[in-house]
């Protein structure tokens, strides 16, 4: 009578392309983002010329590059049961911080100071999280706010400007096989994270942190020390963001990214597919998500329609990802 | 039609007939008909998984049947949402009580039924129907106390005052006493028998077999989905009820004691711990021992095994656990050093409800089967495969999510997820809470023969009947003291209720 599936490995194929029972339930989060993606780009290939050449997919891409490293850290903070609504802030100061850095002494020392600026942020908001104890929603909010003043307090204000021609340009626009290099450093960051969540216990326990935190702590998981860790490297993405932003785009100031980015990399995030209660998603999907976004954006503009509506169709798309979530999980109670 | 239709006076019978349910093809009820007359007690029993909850849920409203159909004082009756169920006077109390804690008595009553006019709430007019409520019931809590204050028999005292509120003529209880101490449960019974005494026809779903044939007048077995058999309670035995549960006779409910040499060694040492709610406890388990702790709900119990899995402050006292003292309040030690614990409600404190039977049952053991916290899939899964076979585990597929599975087989999971880390002790807080008969036995099984391997059992139990059944010792809390520690031929239940009530009147 104890038929426990341990036969012909099948359990295992299905785990490893993330197919769990429920099974429509899962290729729904999974569809639920591919398939608009794919006729999005589709359609946006058929109705406009510059649109597919490869110059703008790679420019894309580019572009994406902070967005990108940023929403896959955003990502294991929402799966562990957290939000950081700080990484704007924290993309800005560390900008501000690398080119402040870069006006004075070397690249490399340049990257290290905005990299443990912002790795410091993240720090705080885990520690004010796990040991204080103020929701994660108010923690981040509050710190974003002390954030932003920080880097305005660095700059007086100003733009920072570089040279074109200085080594931290190098940064993000190093060449090989046509990208630059701010794509592939997205690439492998993004990758990190991507086999972090789904190939090693620390993922595993995210996922049961965000799950049922008191389960996942009573079956020996050290939950703050994990929640903790999701802070540190959504700073640390931030950080990441900010350093290649600036390279690519030699300036740099107090109030770049800020809430817009942190909104933008929310949606993204949520839209595709990883909920805001924690326990559930996705690296590679919130990727799709923001390039869903970003086509969106690319769309409008050689589609030349007027942005006002990009706004529109996106708080739409937004309500309608997290109304399935909401009917979804309705349905499973 | 009764136009004074208060509470308590049903018009007529509510006869369920040949009522189909399936979900995505797998038949959860098969063509049942099941008749409820006013006044009386049925008693829906089975395994978990044989349809009662889908059969109740079904009268409440709150799933419609595929097929069959549903008649109510002589009326067709069609129930498309709970709401119309309590409109047609039908209301459930479920297992998991549906209170709100924030809100106070009286409002979580008339929560939804408030007397108000354009939502300004009459105070007075309120107080006036709650008085009224409280004396039909025969209950004396307070109006005004906040909800989350009251204990689990106060707050199921809440739901039946909220059904007799909406003037309930048929109550349906999910496992009402599930979650009660010995004496909350002699108050839960009185309160049952005074509602059928007034009229109102109660569905009792429960596991309890004792409870069942105590308070009901007819009995309904169902077996994977079909009815098997219902009956007048005079003609109904324990033993005839659970091999009609089982389709098959049932040998002894509880597995041959098999005690540990005396000379075993100790593996666990509690010595004189004090912890929040725990006063100068001591616990000595020997290598084979199965010890039971005893005691009435809010005893102190689950804060003392809670305390020795070092999940809480010690302000007094060591765990010693095979020689090597505990000395870090941290679960993940304590599993490390070989604790293993099974913690009292396996869906707030257990499981992920949504992730699958594989992640759930690796989930402590992860450390041993990854390299620099790199999972290996095939290590994994093969310690998964083969620990869920032996608890037992029935499902389709390891990747299937815990949500999907029936109580006992949660709990064989959680069973899994401990013993894959091979402990030296187990603690296990209401081992069989929610499970049906059989997965029951199949779990006092394992726990036997995991004593028999060498390992040292603590089992803490409502249920004076598993203690009795599993424990070679007894240790019975009150207040969150140890009143008495019952060994060989001073077990029994007698001495037991006594230690648990100590200064109470002879209970």
């Not at chain 2, 999972?375 to 899964?381: A, F, G, T, W």
Request: charged share 15%.
């Amino acid at each position: 009578m104890t038929t426990t599936a341990t036969n012909d490995g099948a359990p295992v194929l299905e785990a490893r392309s993330g197919i769990r029972f429920p099974a429509f339930l899962r290729s729904w989060r999974t569809t639920g983002i591919l398939i608009p993606f794919v006729v999005l780009f589709v359609a946006l290939c058929l109705k406009s010329a510059p649109f597919h050449s490869v110059n703008n997919i790679i420019n894309i891409f580019n572009q994406q590059a902070s967005t990108l490293c940023i929403a896959g850290a955003f990502a294991l903070v929402l799966v562990a049961g957290g939000i950081d609504l700080s990484v704007g802030a924290t993309y800005g100061l560390a900008s501000v911080v690398g080119g402040e850095m870069a006006m004075h002494h070397s690249a490399g020392l340049a990257i290290v100071a905005a990299m443990l600026a912002a790795i410091v942020v993240g720090l705080l908001n885990g520690l004010i999280i796990t040991v204080v104890k103020i929701s994660p929603l108010i923690t981040t909010l509050a710190m974003s706010f002390v954030v932003s003043g920080i880097a305005l307090r660095c700059t007086q204000g100003n733009l920072i400007a570089l040279p074109p021609q200085g080594a931290f340009y190098l940064l993000s626009n190093m060449h090989f096989l046509r990208l630059p290099s701010a794509v592939w450093i997205t690439f492998g960051f993004v990758t990190v994270l991507a086999l972090l969540l789904n190939r090693t216990t620390i993922g595993r326990y995210m996922v049961a942190a965000g799950g049922n935190m008191e389960a996942a702590r009573l079956a020996g998981v050290r939950v703050n020390g994990i929640k903790l860790l999701t802070y540190v490297l959504s700073g640390a993405a931030a950080g990441l963001g900010g350093c290649l932003d600036l390279s690519r785009l030699l300036s740099a100031q107090a109030s770049s990214g800020g809430n817009a980015l942190t909104f933008t990399v929310l949606a993204a995030v949520v839209v595709g597919g990883t909920s805001i209660a924690g326990g559930e998603g996705s690296v590679w999907r919130s990727m799709i998500g923001v390039l869903f976004i970003a086509l969106i954006g690319n769309g409008f503009i050689l589609l030349g329609i007027n942005s006002l509506y990009q706004q529109i169709v996106l708080g739409a798309i937004l309500l309608l990802a997290v109304g399935l979530d909401s009917w979804f999980r309705y349905r499973q109670n | 039609m009764n136009i004074d239709a208060h509470v308590g006076t049903a018009g007529g019978d509510f006869v369920a007939t040949g009522v189909s349910k399936h979900y995505g093809g797998v038949p959860a009820l098969t063509n049942v008909s099941i008749r409820l007359e006013p006044g009386k007690v049925h008693a829906l029993i089975g395994e978990n998984g044989a349809g009662k909850s889908t059969l109740g849920k079904i009268i409440a409203g709150v799933i419609a049947p595929d097929t069959g159909s549903l008649t109510f004082r002589g009326e067709p009756l069609v129930l498309r949402t709970p709401r119309d169920a309590i409109a047609a006077g039908i209301v459930t109390i479920a297992q998991e009580l549906t209170v709100v804690p924030s809100l106070t008595v009286a409002e979580n009553i008339f929560l939804g039924s408030e007397t108000a006019t354009a939502s300004v709430v009459h105070r007075s007019a309120m107080r006036q129907r709650y008085d009224e409520l409280a004396a039909l019931a025969g209950f004396n809590l307070h109006p005004d106390t906040v909800v989350g204050a009251l204990s689990t028999a106060e707050k199921q005292k809440v739901e039946v005052m909220r059904a007799l509120s909406r003037k309930a003529s048929i109550i349906i209880m999910d496992e009402p006493s599930a979650s009660l101490s010995t004496s909350e449960v002699g108050v839960l019974h009185g309160i049952i028998r005074h509602l059928a005494a007034s009229g109102v026809a109660i569905v009792l779903i429960s596991h309890f077999l004792q409870e069942v044939l105590d308070l009901s007048d007819t009995i309904t077995t169902l077996r994977d989905g079909s009815l098997i058999s219902t009956a007048p309670v005079q003609e109904c035995t324990e033993h005839g009820l659970i091999e009609g549960m089982l389709g098959r006779a049932q040998t002894a409910a509880y597995p041959e004691k098999v005690l540990a040499p005396s000379d075993a060694p100790l593996v666990l040492d509690v010595q004189h711990i004090s912890a929040p709610g725990v006063q100068d406890c001591s616990l000595q388990v020997r290598a084979g021992e199965i010890v039971g702790i005893a005691g009435l709900v809010g005893s102190g119990r689950s804060e003392f095994v809670r305390a020795i899995f070092r999940d809480a402050p010690l302000s007094a006292g060591r765990v010693v656990l095979d020689g090597t003292e505990l000395k870090k309040r941290s679960p993940s030690a304590s599993i490390r050093e070989g604790v293993a614990f099974i913690p009292e409600s396996r869906k707030e404190m257990g499981l992920l409800m949504g992730r699958s039977i594989r992640d759930n049952a690796a989930l402590s053991r992860l450390p041993w089967l990854s390299r620099w916290s790199w999972i290996s899939r095939k290590r994994e899964l093969a310690a998964v495969t083969e620990q869920v076979a032996k608890v037992g585990v029935k499902a389709a597929s390891l990747a299937q999510s815990a949500r999907m599975l029936s109580g006992g087989n949660q709990q064989k999971i959680l069973f899994a997820r401990t013993l894959m880390c091979a402990p030296k002790v187990l603690i296990c807080d209401e081992p069989t809470r929610g499970v049906d008969v059989g997965s029951k036995r199949a779990i006092y099984d394992l726990l036997v023969a995991k004593a028999q391997e060498g390992m040292g059992i603590v089992v803490v139990s409502s249920e004076l009947e598993e203690i009795l059944g599993l424990a070679h010792r007894v240790v019975v809390m009150r207040h969150g003291q140890i009143t008495a520690s019952l060994e060989g031929d001073n077990v029994n239940e007698q001495a037991i209720l006594v230690a648990a009530f100590a200064d109470a009147p002879a209970a």
